[in-house]
């Protein structure tokens, strides 16, 4: 068996107990690579795990449209969206401005509470656990992730059935399967949120340099993966390069 098969197989295994032993359960996709490979394992078995994605009202084009792709690939099947309440909306941008969040890492969180916090929040009510596609090699942020994990901030288990892979498994089953991806990921886009949050990376630089790329990369987090109340910030991982050598083969 190879690396891949093993990591496919181990995930499978992953996502079938989550379904029969952890009901209801939900899985909270951002469209990207690595969901997309979730998807494709959760609806191929036909798992009992609702999908789920937050439309914050600032996303790209790019990834609205994966939403009729998953749809037209997937034999009809509609991610469920979750928005944030309008009235926060308005407030928050009637104080502080639009694009208020480039003025402090409190006032992105903010704009993150409000946009994909909340709405993540309602989400989850009522579910034994969620899935997230989280992977190690991500960003200094998430190098200790474990594939189970309690969630105390949510009151649930999460789990991250991709903890394991990297970035050339993950694109490496995308071309093996034919799964539909986001468009931006041709375009140097590694690591995928807000249309005003997201830069294509540079050579050499981190995976997730693109997101939130004013900030320090220790902060770089939007409050949605909490560990034991937390953010984790611990050392960093480069995975530049392995991104790099993945989208080279599919884009």
């Known amino acids: 068996m190879s690396d891949l098969s093993k990591l496919i197989a181990d995930s499978s295994a992953t996502l079938s107990r989550i379904a029969s032993d952890f009901p209801p359960a939900v899985f909270a996709s951002s469209l990207a690579a690595e969901d997309m490979v979730l998807t494709d394992l959760i609806l191929k078995s036909k798992l009992d795990i609702g999908?789920?994605?937050?439309?914050?009202?600032?996303?790209?084009?790019?990834?609205?449209?994966?939403?009729?792709?998953?749809?037209?690939?997937?034999?009809?099947?509609e991610i469920a969206l979750y928005k944030p309440q309008t009235e926060a909306v308005d407030a928050?941008?009637?104080?502080?401005?639009?694009?208020?969040?480039?003025?402090?890492?409190?006032?992105?969180?903010?704009?993150?509470?409000?946009?994909?916090?909340?709405?993540?929040?309602?989400?989850?009510?009522?579910?034994?656990?969620?899935?997230t596609g989280q992977r190690r090699a991500q960003s200094t942020t998430r190098a200790e992730l474990h594939v189970q994990e309690d969630d105390p901030a949510h009151g649930m288990t999460k789990f991250n059935p991709?903890?394991?892979?990297?970035?050339?498994?993950?694109?490496?089953?995308?071309?093996?399967?034919?799964?539909?991806?986001?468009?931006?990921?041709?375009?140097?886009?590694?690591?995928?949120?807000?249309?005003?949050?997201?830069?294509?990376?540079?050579p050499g630089e981190d995976v997730r340099a693109g997101r939130w790329w004013w900030e320090n990369p220790d902060s770089k987090e939007c409050g949605l993966h909490m560990v034991?109340?937390?953010?984790?910030?611990?050392?960093?991982?480069?995975?530049?390069?392995d991104f790099m050598l993945a989208t080279k083969t599919i884009g």
């Open 228 to 241: 034991d109340g937390k953010l984790i910030r611990i050392k960093s991982v480069a995975a530049e390069e």
């Open 92 to 131: 928050y941008v009637a104080q502080n401005g639009l694009n208020a969040f480039y003025d402090s890492v409190e006032m992105r969180r903010e704009c993150c509470r409000i946009r994909k916090v909340e709405p993540l929040g309602r989400a989850l009510a009522g579910n034994k656990a969620w899935v």
């Open 51 to 77: 999908i789920f994605s937050l439309e914050t009202g600032r996303l790209h084009p790019e990834t609205l449209a994966m939403l009729d792709k998953v749809k037209a690939h997937y034999d009809g099947y």
């Open 162 to 202: 991709l903890a394991d892979w990297s970035e050339q498994d993950v694109w490496n089953y995308i071309r093996d399967n034919g799964v539909p991806y986001n468009a931006l990921h041709d375009q140097g886009y590694p690591s995928i949120g807000c249309a005003p949050c997201t830069r294509a990376v540079e």
